[in-house]
């Protein structure tokens, strides 16, 4: 099975479905060997992102809530203004009943809102190459966060061999370049790039 294959069986939310339900990667997926376990992470990584991450969007469902957060807010104003003319109060033990009173109103205002769950934008692999030397992981959709992932897998690519998979550096034969590591330069195949600094 090629890695391209194996992303999509592993992923499939994260590729587009083509008319007759089979998923793709429309320009194809295709790293070195080396390199394969941290393209599968960074996929893992974006698909447990956008599967289990939300935040929560409050929807105000009745006009009470400008109500009872007006009051709560003033109370606050006035228990600050209070402690600030009376600093010798300003114990647990005075402040909780108060605290407790204002908990109240604020409970009241919760009650007028409705909360739902947004998730992140879906994420859906255009491209994964190498390319000088490098990863290229061309995609549509989600976020920062995201994109961020994005990134760090490229960060580490830049330091990973891509035949053994060892730390490595970039290399260079001609116009061609490769993220070799020592032992990989030492190989007849590999034995005229050398590394760029």
Not at 14 to 21: A, C, P, S, T, V
Not at 37 to 65: F, P, Q, S
Request: hydrophobic share 30%.
């Amino acid at each position: 099975m090629n890695f391209e294959q194996k992303l999509i069986d592993k992923y499939p939310d994260l590729f587009y479905k083509k008319e007759d339900g089979s998923l793709e990667c429309p320009c194809g997926a295709w790293v070195p060997q080396g390199w394969e376990t941290i393209v599968d992470e960074l996929c893992g990584a974006i698909n447990n992102y956008i599967k289990c991450t939300y935040r929560l969007d409050g929807e105000i469902t009745n006009k009470m809530y400008y109500f009872w957060r007006s009051i709560g807010k003033c109370l606050d104003w006035s228990h600050k203004l209070f402690l600030k003319l009376f600093p010798k109060l300003n114990k647990w033990e005075y402040n909780k009943p108060f605290y407790s009173f204002v908990e109240k109103f604020r409970q009241r205002s919760y009650k007028c809102v409705k909360y739902n769950k947004v998730y992140p934008p879906a994420v859906k692999i255009d491209q994964i190459k190498e390319k000088f030397g490098e990863l290229r992981f061309y995609y549509s959709g989600g976020d920062k966060e995201v994109a961020g992932m994005v990134r760090f897998a490229e960060y580490l690519v830049e330091q990973t061999c891509e035949v053994s998979g060892e730390k490595g550096e970039l290399c260079r034969r001609g116009g061609w370049y490769k993220t070799l590591s020592k032992n990989t330069l030492n190989s007849d195949i590999y034995k005229d790039y050398k590394p760029v600094k």
